[in-house]
T-cell receptor, first 114, second 114 residues
Framework: NAGVMQNPRHLVRRRGQEARLRCSPM?????VYWYRQLPEEGLKFMVY????????ESGMPKERFSAEFPKEGPSILRIQQVVRGDSAAYFC????????????FGPGTRLTVT | AQSVAQPEDQVNVAEGNPLTVKCTYS??????LFWYVQYPNRGLQFLLK??????LVKGSYGFEAEFNKSQTSFHLKKPSALVSDSALYFC????????????FGKGTTLSVSS
């Protein structure tokens, strides 16, 4: 059973460009979470999605950031007009659904804004 | 508000000695508690969790953790450390509610010397 997959693993963008990060959850998992890890900090929750629905986006910056999890295909975290402060590792996690289960993390996408 | 504290940025132990990585939490209601490990340039790997029941939880790679409700702590332990245990360890808490996000501590770097 393949784990959580994220691509690209590394992404370099110039200031003002758009960044698209993709996440394919584990097979059978319908819940996806996005987290951001800044240098010297722990992981911070950004958004929680189920298929075609955003359940909790309380950790998402109000501007430039958006996320989706369509009926078909991977979840996408989109950052418009990137700035240097967006440079971070972005991790996706998935879980099978309700209950006390742990979340399974992907390898992350390291975004560098130049 | 929920929070997790890992009071030590770094823990150093000699191979073969017991190790403890500390974690305290603050959450309303009964918590779900987790430990994850992160190796360089990798995603987080699940180690163990406490949901309910026995206060001593056993997990992967010989790790265990003790839940102490009165001290609101969930310290990670291992009787005999290995050099390969050297990594970044994160404690996380989730409210007793399905699907909610994990709140992470800042992480503790464990360094095991041979």
């Amino acid at each position: 059973n393949a784990g959580v997959m994220q691509n690209p693993r590394h992404l370099v963008r110039r200031r003002g460009q758009e960044a698209r990060l993709r996440c394919s959850p584990m097979k059978g998992h319908s819940h996806v979470y996005w987290y951001r890890q800044l240098p010297e900090e722990g992981l911070k929750f950004m958004v929680y999605l189920q298929k075609e629905n955003i359940i909790d986006e309380s950790g998402m910056p109000k501007e430039r950031f958006s996320a989706e999890f369509p009926k078909e295909g991977p979840s996408i975290l989109r950052i418009q007009q990137v700035v240097r402060g967006d440079s971070a590792a972005y991790f996706c996690a998935s879980s099978p659904g309700t209950g006390a289960g742990e979340q399974y993390f992907g390898p992350g996408t390291r975004l560098t804004v130049t | 508000a929920q929070s997790v504290a890992q009071p030590e940025d770094q823990v150093n132990v000699a191979e073969g000695n017991p190790l403890t990585v500390k974690c305290t939490y603050s959450v309303s209601g009964n918590p779900y508690l987790f430990w994850y490990v992160q190796y360089p340039n990798r995603g987080l790997q699940f180690l163990l969790k406490y949901i309910t029941g026995d206060n001593l939880v056993k997990g992967s790679y010989g790790f265990e953790a003790e839940f102490n409700k009165s001290q609101t702590s969930f310290h990670l332990k291992k009787p005999s450390a290995l050099v390969s245990d050297s990594a970044l360890y994160f404690c996380a808490v989730r409210r007793n509610q399905a699907g909610t996000a994990l709140i992470f501590g800042k992480g503790t770097t464990l360094s095991v010397s041979s």
